[in-house]
């Protein structure tokens, strides 16, 4: 994942993952990152692994909801119909966003809605048949 443009006075990045039509009534957070620093502008693959090995220097994975402190791939239910992936990077005031490391990413989301400066979302779609 790489990104480009963001607005004067960024001073970190958070990536979400999330599903909104899962079938739980509420979507799905499959991942989430905090406390990217500014001059960071991508992510290799596999940077949401179980151990963060291709996150740089101080950002952390809040566990998604399934508790994981990693990403978790897109699987919808066979038979479930299409499913919309958002990936979003957000650009942030703040260096740390301050939220605790056990925090959900629902919870993430109210806290930087003062921070946020812009975002950048891209959109996938998967489907089981």
Same mark, same amino acid.
Request: proline share 9%; aromatic share 8%; no cysteine.
């Given at each position: 994942?790489?990104? *480009? ?6 001073? *970190?990045?958070?990536?979400?993952? %999330?599903?909104?039509?899962?079938? +739980?009534? *509420? ?5 989430? !990152?905090?406390? &990217?620093?500014?001059?960071? +502008? ?12 291709? /996150?740089?220097?101080?950002? /952390?994975?809040?566990?998604?909801? /399934?508790?994981?402190?990693?990403? &978790? ?11 919309? %992936? %958002? ?6 005031? !703040?260096?740390?966003?301050? !939220?605790?490391? *056990? ?12 921070? +946020?400066?812009?975002?950048? &979302? ?5 489907? !089981?048949?």
């Amino acid at each position: 994942m790489k990104w *480009s443009g963001a607005p004067e006075g960024t001073k *970190s990045f958070a990536v979400t993952a %999330y599903d909104p039509d899962a079938p +739980t009534g *509420s979507g799905l957070w499959h991942w989430a !990152v905090i406390n &990217i620093p500014a001059g960071v +502008t991508e992510l290799p693959a596999g940077a949401g692994d179980e151990h963060g090995s291709g /996150l740089p220097e101080g950002a /952390l994975q809040l566990p998604n909801d /399934l508790r994981l402190e990693r990403f &978790i791939g897109a699987a919808p239910p066979a038979g479930h119909g299409p499913h919309r %992936y %958002y990936f979003v990077v957000h650009a942030l005031d !703040v260096e740390k966003i301050g !939220v605790d490391p *056990s925090a959900t990413p629902a919870l993430l989301g109210f806290t930087m809605l003062g921070h +946020t400066l812009g975002r950048a &979302i891209l959109m996938a779609t998967g489907e !089981v048949k």
